[in-house]
Each structure stands twice: as structure tokens, then as C-alpha cells.
């Protein structure tokens, strides 16, 4: 069974400029999540999908973050402009149902480096 | 806000030494989960706890829930270098999970 696939690994931008990241979830998996991740810290959730529906953004930063997920399978998440203080990993995980007791699978992440 | 609290930051042990990372909430939680990161990689699921003073082991891995189902540990006996890693707690609370800032076990050289 192939894992969550996330692209690009790395991504080194100039702040101001715009990134994105993309997602694959795992097949059937109806609930996708977009974390961030900084040096030393926990994930911290950014937006929470069920099926094409962000059912928690609470936390995105909506002024530069943008999310979508069209057709309730891949997301993208886009930053506009780019920060310095954006650096950080950004994980995707998804699980087969929305509720907290469902194990989270994650993918590798993309490391953002913004100078 | 919403927050699960774990502690130490860091554990230095010699190889062979005990680990323990505690996880702490203000609120009742619905359910616990326990992740394992390892240097560089992503966050992979170990465990899940839900009954009020659950205990569950792996190997030389046990995991509690407290009777208030308010707090967690993981405790690790006879660490190994292939434990070498970040372990996050994530407590269940309305459909969310609270991600703790994680517990770094280092092996001592």
C-alpha cells in the first residue's frame, strides 16, 4: 500500500515570493490534514479536510495560506506571499475518518526554507 | 487555549537506561495517542489508549492512561539506539488532536 506522498521534499524560496505543496493521500482515506512543523516542536495543525470540506482552519493563517482540495483526494497548500518566519516543515498526513481516535498516517513533509 | 503539556524536552541516557516522557492536559481527554519521529523522518503511530487507566505494552515499550484520563506516559526499559527519536504524545479532544511538543531521546555515546 503506497504511504501519503508529498512534493517537493525541499523548497528554498525568497520571502515574498509564492510556494506550494501537494498531496497524495492514502487510497480511501476521507480526512486530510496539513501540519506544520517547527525545529523543535510538535505538529501543529494548519487546515483539516473531510472529503473536499475544511472542516477546521482555525489555525491557517488566512491573510498569505490558501488551501484546496478539489475533488476530495490530492490538496494542495499555498503560502502568498512567503515569510521568514514561514521556514519550517510542512506535513501532510491523512486518516479514514475524521474523529481523534483514528491513527494519522504521515508523509515526509516538505522542509521550506524561506531567506 | 488547548494545550497538552510533556515533559522533559530532552532525556540523555546511557544505551541500556530507562526512558519515560509523561504528557499532562488540563482537560479530560477522549483518547491518547503516542507517535515516534525520527531524526529527519515524519511522525509514525505507535499506540492509542482510550479506557480510563489503560496499560498497554510493546515490547519494551508500556504505555499508561491515568485514571482521570488526563494524563499519559510512555516508558521505554532497556533503550536501544534504534530508539533514537522524537516520541509526541496527541491527546483526543472534539474530533481534534492536541499535539504535545515531543520528548527527544538521546543516546548518550
Known amino acids: 500500500e503506497a504511504g501519503v506522498v508529498q512534493s517537493p521534499r525541499y523548497k528554498i524560496i525568497e520571502k515574498k515570493q509564492p510556494v506550494a505543496f501537494w498531496c497524495n493521500p492514502i487510497s480511501g482515506h476521507n480526512t486530510l490534514y496539513w501540519y506544520r512543523q517547527n525545529l523543535g516542536q510538535g505538529p501543529e495543525l494548519l487546515i483539516r479536510y473531510e472529503n473536499e470540506e475544511a472542516v477546521d482552519d482555525s489555525q491557517l493563517p488566512k491573510d498569505r495560506f490558501s488551501a484546496e482540495r478539489l475533488k476530495g483526494v490530492d490538496s494542495t497548500l499555498k503560502i502568498q506571499p512567503a515569510e521568514l518566519g514561514d521556514s519550517a516543515v510542512y506535513l501532510c498526513?491523512?486518516?479514514?475518518?475524521?474523529?481523534?481516535?483514528?491513527?494519522?498516517?504521515f508523509g515526509p513533509g516538505t522542509r521550506l526554507t524561506v531567506t | 487555549g488547548q494545550q497538552v503539556m510533556q515533559i522533559p524536552q530532552y532525556q540523555h541516557v546511557q544505551e541500556g537506561e530507562d526512558f519515560t516522557t509523561y504528557c499532562n492536559s488540563s482537560t479530560t481527554l477522549s483518547n491518547i495517542q503516542w507517535y515516534k519521529q525520527r531524526p529527519g523522518g515524519h511522525p509514525v503511530f505507535l499506540i492509542q489508549?482510550?479506557?480510563s487507566g489503560e496499560v498497554k505494552k510493546q515490547k519494551r515499550l508500556t504505555f499508561q492512561f491515568g485514571e482521570a484520563k488526563k494524563n499519559s506516559s510512555l516508558h521505554i526499559t532497556a533503550t536501544q539506539t534504534t530508539d533514537v527519536g522524537t516520541y509526541f504524545c496527541?491527546?483526543?479532544?472534539?474530533?481534534?488532536?492536541?499535539w504535545g511538543a515531543g520528548t527527544k531521546l538521546i543516546i548518550k555515546p
Open positions: 498526513a491523512s486518516s479514514q475518518g475524521t474523529a481523534s481516535s483514528y491513527e494519522q498516517y
Open positions: 496527541a491527546g483526543g479532544r472534539n474530533y481534534q488532536l492536541i
Open positions: 489508549l482510550v479506557k
